[in-house]
């Protein structure tokens, strides 16, 4: 399928990971695509990709969906609406790579982590792992799955995306027997900064999925390819 993208990363052995990046409105593949390079050295088997919007927005930027107009109320039907091209993407991607679910991370940043959220609450177990930036979801989530780990960084002093909305997530995943974690960046507003990438390569470095525990209390055991993750 045709779509703007930028590889941060392609290996040369089959990759053992999938890495795809989502930008906020008004921005590109290419610049999200210096996000990616925190990840390469960290994971050298993984194919990094970032993946730019449906639709031009400004002069050089890209978008998922207009946030013209944009209200609580007609949100979630504008993200419904291009959800099935977002899933289409990163199936496309997983077929390109021949990495599973259980072995593809989406990160994104503003609307590029809002459609990440947004896409595993509509294809639950699409992906094993989410890192939102500075992201929300439209409307919370009402179920939830250990299937994917959610990882929440969010700047303290956020006025574009309020912190409260990534409290709120995390509340909502947490009483919905889901699994996710939040990380805070004091002082920082709508932004990445080194924290906030720290925050995420330790997450996907160290943070034991909660499934692995069930799967042991239950007497069961890890299949091999999902040892094949980002630990």
């Given at each position: 399928m045709k779509h703007d993208h930028f590889v941060v990363q392609s290996p040369d052995k089959p990759a053992k990971q999938l890495l795809l990046l989502f930008h906020g409105v008004g921005d590109n593949a290419v610049n999200m695509g210096q996000i990616g390079s925190w990840f390469a050295p960290v994971f050298p088997e993984a194919l990094i990709v970032s993946i730019g919007g449906v639709e031009p927005c400004g002069p050089n930027g890209r978008q998922w969906f207009s946030v013209q107009g944009v209200t609580e109320e007609n949100r979630?039907?504008?993200?419904?609406?291009?959800?099935?091209t977002f899933i289409e993407v990163?199936?496309?991607?997983?077929?390109?790579?021949?990495?599973?679910?259980?072995?593809?991370?989406?990160?994104g940043f503003s609307q590029g982590s809002i459609m990440s959220l947004e896409s595993v609450k509509a294809h639950p177990g699409l992906v094993s792992r989410v890192i939102a930036f500075n992201g929300r979801f439209a409307t919370l989530p009402t179920s939830a799955t250990t299937q994917t780990t959610i990882h929440l960084i969010h700047g303290g002093e956020d006025r574009v995306i309020e912190l409260s909305y990534a409290v709120d997530a995390q509340e909502a995943l947490i009483r919905e027997g889901g699994d996710v974690t939040l990380d805070i960046v004091d002082d920082l507003g709508?932004?990445?900064?080194?924290?906030?990438m720290q925050f995420a390569l330790d997450r996907l470095r160290y943070t034991v999925p909660k499934h692995y525990f069930d799967e042991a209390l239950s007497g069961g055991k890890p299949d091999n390819d999902d040892i094949v993750e980002f630990m």
């Open positions: 979630q039907a504008r993200i419904d609406a291009i959800m099935p990163v199936r496309y991607w997983q077929q390109q790579s021949g990495v599973g679910a259980d072995a593809t991370a989406l990160i709508h932004a990445i900064d080194d924290r906030s």
